[in-house]
């Protein structure tokens, strides 16, 4: 079973849509990391959470440290939203990031 | 502020032979990782690079390996490549350990 695991891994939605992307891990974190990566290659960084809940413009992330899950939400989504989001949580005893598999999200116009 | 640069962009090298790839880290910043991103694998830790020393290193084989010089800029390096070491070599750059990271192009990879 990996360490950290998203759902779903393929999701494709109208735009305007409200999505949700979730992660679940089972080993202990000092922060998670949502990051995005567009065909091409490049990851952007979104957000890095060690509790609690941030928001960037149309973007919500959540964690709940005691169930070990986090959510990436999208509001009013846009094709250029279109891209894999990458869940990634940071071991302290492994001092290293360990990375969800992604979710690929398309919108559609 | 300028971003996290990789060099080259794309490399095209034979089996077996080596390949140096270059990462120069926002300035500033200290740390410096590399990770492997394949279809299969997704993506894994290579090594961890902070004030020139390494602080850890993935699952694999001691074909991989890298350096960091004083002005953080790191290198990892590739010897008697295989085709299973086609793949895209993302470097990322934090002011410290465990903090936000931020990620380069990446350098794509094929072995042929």
């Known amino acids: 079973k990996n360490e950290v695991e998203q759902s779903p891994q393929n999701l494709t939605a109208q735009e305007g849509e409200f999505i949700t992307i979730n992660c679940s891990y089972s080993?202990?974190?000092?922060?998670l990391h949502w990051l995005q990566q567009h065909p091409g290659g490049g990851i952007v960084s979104l957000f890095m959470l060690s509790s609690g809940k941030k928001k960037h413009g149309r973007l919500i992330a959540t964690i709940n440290i005691q169930e070990k899950h986090s959510s990436l939400h999208i509001t009013a989504s846009h094709p250029r939203d279109s891209a894999v989001y990458i869940c990634a949580v940071y071991r302290p005893g492994a001092q290293k990031l360990v990375f969800g598999q992604g979710t690929r999200l398309t919108i559609n116009p | 502020k300028a971003g996290v640069t990789q060099t080259p962009r794309y490399l095209i090298k034979t089996r077996g032979q080596q390949v140096t790839l270059s990462c120069s880290p926002i300035s500033g910043h200290r740390s410096v990782s590399w990770y492997q991103q394949t279809p299969g694998q997704g993506l894994q830790f290579l090594f961890e690079y902070f004030s020139e020393t390494q602080r850890n290193k993935g699952n694999f084989p001691g074909r991989f390996s890298g350096r960091q010089f004083s002005n953080s800029r790191s290198e990892m390096n590739v010897s008697t490549l295989e085709l299973g070491d086609s793949a895209l070599y993302l470097c990322?750059?934090?002011?410290?350990?465990?903090?936000?990271?931020?990620f380069g192009q990446g350098t794509r990879l094929t072995v042929v």
């Open positions: 080993v202990g974190i000092s922060a």
């Open positions: 990322a750059s934090s002011v410290q350990v465990n903090t936000e990271a931020f």
